[in-house]
């Protein structure tokens, strides 16, 4: 969508932008996964709220490039994203998407385009069919930006640095050279990142990073570890307005990163459950 131009429908290019994420647009017998499968017609009730509600979309691209450059943006703006690429991005949440005229962000794992979820093993979600690369290449003349989630879904944080580089370059020149669009985005896979994540980012020749957080992005934000929204499935409409509404005070900040912290401790102890250590990827990588 184009921005407006009229002083009364822009905002300052460094005001907060929520930016949701979401995973599964679909419905699962699989308990674990179950969060993360919002089902399409709790999916279809949430975009008819954000357009009557006059949200603008716009591609997390856009949004890094009109922060950098201090372009305005529109009044209301959000941005839309999608993790993974499964094969219900194309068949119940682009239709709906379509219908409101609304721009998105998908993360592709690019070793994991045209098969099925093994990453999700231990949440019992490795069937979970994704997306092909002629779907993608569809997708992109829908107006979906297209960005890079690694190409075997690991555990960046956790990975030697010559394995996190492979991951971050890998994604991007196959999602280059088989789809023919300059990639400028990139999402840390399940959210986790750390220093040497980062770098290989920022010299990987992205513009922006996403990670999770739970936080509006907010002025002052680093490019490179743009928080989200988690979107989980039963929040329905009014659960989506409150995540919306929530500011991204300094107590919540604290709270993200103390979460983050704790998180990694643990899995440096913990294997991941999964037919092999999903911190790693499949055997045959």
């Known amino acids: 969508m184009s921005a407006p131009t009229t002083n009364e429908n822009v905002q300052s ?28 017609a709790e999916f279809a009730e949430q975009m008819d709220y954000l357009d009557s509600q006059g949200y603008q979309t716009l591609t997390a691209a856009e949004v890094a490039q009109r922060q950098a450059s201090g372009t305005p943006l529109p009044e209301r703006s959000l941005v839309l994203t999608f993790d993974d690429a499964y094969e219900d991005f194309y068949t119940a949440a682009l239709p709906v998407l379509r219908k409101h005229g609304f721009s998105s962000t998908l993360y ?68 280059e050279d088989r789809l023919g669009v300059p990639v400028e985005g990139f999402a840390y896979p399940f959210g986790y990142w750390n220093r040497v994540a980062r770098a290989a980012v920022s010299d990987g020749g992205f513009r922006y990073a996403v990670a999770v957080a739970d936080l ?60 092999r250590d999903a911190r790693e990827g499949p055997a045959s990588e």
């Open 13 to 40: 290019a460094t005001a907060a932008v929520p930016m949701l994420m979401y995973h599964s647009i679909g419905t699962t017998t699989m308990a674990k996964f179950r969060a993360f499968a919002v089902d399409p």
């Open 108 to 175: 592709v794992p690019t070793g994991c385009v045209g098969t099925t979820a093994w990453f999700n093993a231990f949440m019992g979600g490795e069937v979970h069919p994704m997306m092909s690369w002629a779907a993608l290449s569809d997708a992109l003349t829908e107006g979906v930006e297209i960005a890079a989630h690694s190409h075997t879904h690991p555990h960046l944080d956790l990975l030697p640095e010559g394995r996190v580089r492979d991951e971050v370059s890998r994604s991007r020149g196959l999602l």
């Open 216 to 275: 509006r992005m907010s002025p002052g934000n680093d490019m490179f570890t743009l928080p989200r929204l988690t979107v989980r499935a039963g929040i329905g409409v009014a659960g989506l307005a409150r995540l919306l509404s929530t500011p991204p005070t300094l107590r919540r900040r604290a709270v993200s990163r103390a979460r983050r912290a704790a998180s990694r401790a643990v899995r440096r102890v913990v294997p991941v459950m999964g037919s």
